[in-house]
């Protein structure tokens, strides 16, 4: 049985106190770590790049190597 922990953004603690759970969100730009608001609206985007593809950027979360953005 796989155990899965749950990993919360940095900057959505920083900047906005939230325990958000990092997902994996699109944009123009391309796929990227972040996390969404109570609304489920984007919040922060915790990845300091972008991936072409979402298997790509799951990749990076799953394994937790991801280069992390510092500031909003």
Do not use: H
């Amino acid at each position: 049985m796989e155990t899965r922990i749950e990993r919360t953004g940095v900057l959505a603690k920083k900047f906005g106190n939230e325990n958000a759970p990092l997902q994996i969100l699109k944009s123009a730009a391309g796929y990227y770590i972040g996390t969404l608001d109570e609304d489920g609206l984007p919040f922060t985007r915790e990845s300091a790049c972008y991936w072409d593809t979402r298997n790509a950027a799951e990749t990076a979360l799953q394994r937790g190597v991801f280069p992390q953005k510092l500031s909003l």
